[in-house]
């Protein structure tokens, strides 16, 4: 692997430090480590800039610099590039990043000797129906959740799979989530804890009000629909990926869920089984 772009997340990589020291350390590694042109200035540094789509396209390896969010957005932006992301963790908690930040240079190294292996994360790819109108291609690593807006009006939400009817939900929102995504707003939500290389999808009402609504699992090969019906046509609620690409909508709407055609591929250069990480991070 020798071009590697550097991808961080400017805000918690203060002052690019972690940056700088990583472009050091691939240069004499006799790699060739690229920069996105915005952070190639920031960090002075305007030797390594590349144009982003470039970056995505020529690198043999992607690094993460952030938590488990920076991670969830680069994999949303290069899951068609289909290059291996190698997570370094600036934040607190990392279920997908490999390494905090005090010892990137032993991951790289790891990476570099072939010590690692490959996850191939499923994604789920969304699409918005209202009358006339749709918004096509959304994807997502964690999720895709339906939530009420910022007036307390609850939501009617009605389930179906594969155009079978499932349930009618009355409920602050719906989360439909990956394995991956499974340890993210679904586990608050008290949604199951999914393995990571199962090939199932979660369906999880948040708040719901009635006792009876609970958390559902199905298959990835499953196309979930589901039927918005706020209270009044006014009423706003917010389709989201990852918590970060939204799109606040109003009165019905249909929004189908399925298995992405694109994944996410992670590196891990620990043994650590799913187990051992999930029993780790959440005993934090």
Do not use: W
């Amino acid at each position: 692997m020798k071009k590697v772009a550097i991808l961080p997340n400017v805000q918690k990589d203060k002052g690019l430090e972690t940056t700088k020291r990583l472009v050091q350390y691939l240069a004499g590694k006799g790699c060739e480590p690229q920069l996105s042109k915005e952070v190639a200035e920031l960090a002075e540094l305007p030797q390594y800039a590349m144009e982003e789509a470039d970056l995505y396209c020529q690198s043999d390896l992607l690094i993460s610099l952030g938590g488990d969010g920076t991670l969830l957005g680069i994999g949303r932006r290069t899951a068609r590039f289909d290059k291996p992301i190698l997570g370094i963790n600036l934040g607190t908690l990392g279920f997908l990043t490999a390494e905090e930040k005090t010892h990137a240079e032993v991951a790289i190294d790891k990476v570099l000797r072939g010590e690692y292996k490959l996850e191939k994360r499923m994604m789920l790819e969304c699409c918005i129906a209202q009358g006339e109108g749709r918004t096509e291609g959304i994807i997502a690593l964690n999720d895709i959740c339906i939530t009420r807006g910022n007036l307390y009006k609850i939501l009617e939400f009605r389930v179906y799979v594969n155009d079978e009817y499932v349930d009618t939900l009355l409920a602050d929102g719906v989360i439909i989530c990956t394995p991956t995504g499974s340890t993210a707003y679904n586990l608050s939500a008290g949604g199951p804890v999914l393995k990571a290389d199962a090939q199932i999808i979660a369906i999880t009402p948040i708040s719901p009000h009635t006792l009876t609504s609970r958390p559902i699992v199905i298959s990835a090969e499953d196309v979930v629909t589901v039927e918005v019906r706020p209270s009044r046509e006014d009423t706003p609620f917010t389709v989201s990926a990852d918590g970060q690409d939204n799109y606040t909508l109003t009165g019905r709407n249909v929004v189908q869920i399925k298995k992405a055609e694109v994944c996410t591929t992670i590196i891990k250069t620990k043994s650590q089984s799913f187990y051992d990480v999930l029993r780790h991070k959440l005993s934090k």
